[in-house]
């Protein structure tokens, strides 16, 4: 991963890390860092990096743990755990079913951009779902989707949805929204209402090719 080093100017830690004390047995400190946002951009990866030079008399430094990297992660708005509702339906399998509810996660991609990742089923961004008709249990999922959605920072809609994989991806695959939704994000509740299209023309040869449809509610659970 390509990191940036986070501004000095952009933060202060709750300790002086040029100068901690651990004791006999102690090899965990919690440092609480603060984070001026104002200044930094949600698109860029920082992290800060951290290396024990010196130690006190009588003591060594560990060859593997003389040196971390960390991560900081900023998160829009939009970020977090959402327990998902709704109904799915492809048109060329009856047999296809949804197993709702599921718990997926939307990680800040940009300021206005988050990656969907069913965590739960999969741990990658794509939909699970059950192939022989049973709701409670997912067996499969398609190959090659996922859901990448950018939100209108201003009106707090879903402005579009594309492929995470590609748009299209290399099996034909895209994401697109089903214009009839309400396909936005009720700030009072934390909940997106959004309907969606997999458009795939390698199989469903008759424009607008869709594939697979989708009508959900995301209820915000709580940060990941």
Same mark, same amino acid.
Do not use: H
């Given at each position: 991963?390509?990191f +940036?080093? /986070?501004?000095?100017?952009?933060?202060?830690?709750?300790? $002086?890390? @040029?100068?901690?004390?651990?004791?006999?047995?102690?090899?965990?400190?919690t440092?609480?860092?603060? /984070?001026?946002? #104002?200044?930094l951009?949600l698109? @860029?990866?920082?992290? /800060?990096?951290?290396?024990?030079s010196?130690?006190?008399?009588?003591?060594?430094?560990?060859?593997?743990?003389?040196?971390?990297?960390?991560?900081?992660?900023?998160? *829009?708005?939009?970020? !977090?755990?959402?327990? +998902? #509702?709704? #109904?799915?339906?492809? +048109?060329?399998?009856?047999?296809?079913?949804?197993?709702?509810?599921?718990?997926?996660?939307?990680q @800040?991609?940009?300021?206005?951009?988050?990656?969907?990742? $069913?965590?739960?089923?999969?741990?990658?961004?794509?939909?699970?779902?059950?192939?022989? !008709?049973?709701?409670?249990?997912?067996?499969?999922?398609? !190959?090659?989707?996922? /859901?990448?959605?950018?939100?209108?920072?201003?009106?707090d809609?879903?402005?579009?949805?594309? *492929?995470?994989?590609?748009?299209?991806?290399? *099996?034909?695959?895209?994401? &697109?929204?089903?214009?009839?939704?309400?396909?936005?994000? $009720?700030?009072?509740t934390? @909940? +997106?209402?959004?309907?969606?299209?997999?458009?795939?023309?390698?199989? &469903? #040869?008759?424009?607008?090719?869709? %594939?697979?449809?989708? *009508?959900?509610?995301?209820?915000?659970?709580?940060? %990941?």
């Open positions: 991963t390509s +940036v080093e /986070l501004p000095s100017a952009s933060y202060t830690l709750s300790e $002086d890390v @040029t100068n901690l004390t651990f004791t006999p047995g102690e090899d965990i400190k440092i609480k860092i603060k /984070l001026n946002k #104002t200044s951009s698109s @860029t990866q920082y992290a /800060l990096a951290f290396k024990i010196e130690v006190g008399s009588g003591a060594l430094i560990s060859n593997s743990y003389k040196s971390a990297i960390y991560a900081i992660g900023i998160k *829009n708005k939009w970020d !977090g755990v959402y327990n +998902v #509702t709704g #109904t799915f339906q492809d +048109v060329t399998n009856a047999a296809f079913v949804g197993v709702y509810p599921y718990e997926w996660e939307l @800040t991609n940009g300021p206005a951009q988050c990656i969907v990742i $069913d965590q739960y089923n999969l741990g990658i961004p794509g939909f699970a779902f059950n192939s022989v !008709g049973d709701p409670t249990s997912a067996n499969t999922y398609y !190959g090659s989707f996922g /859901l990448v959605v950018n939100f209108d920072a201003a009106t809609k879903v402005a579009s949805v594309v *492929n995470y994989y590609g748009q299209p991806a290399g *099996n034909t695959r895209s994401a &697109v929204l089903d214009d009839t939704g309400i396909n936005a994000y $009720d700030n009072a934390k @909940t +997106v209402n959004i309907k969606y299209f997999m458009l795939q023309p390698s199989v &469903v #040869t008759t424009p607008p090719y869709i %594939r697979a449809k989708w *009508n959900e509610q995301w209820k915000y659970i709580g940060s %990941r």
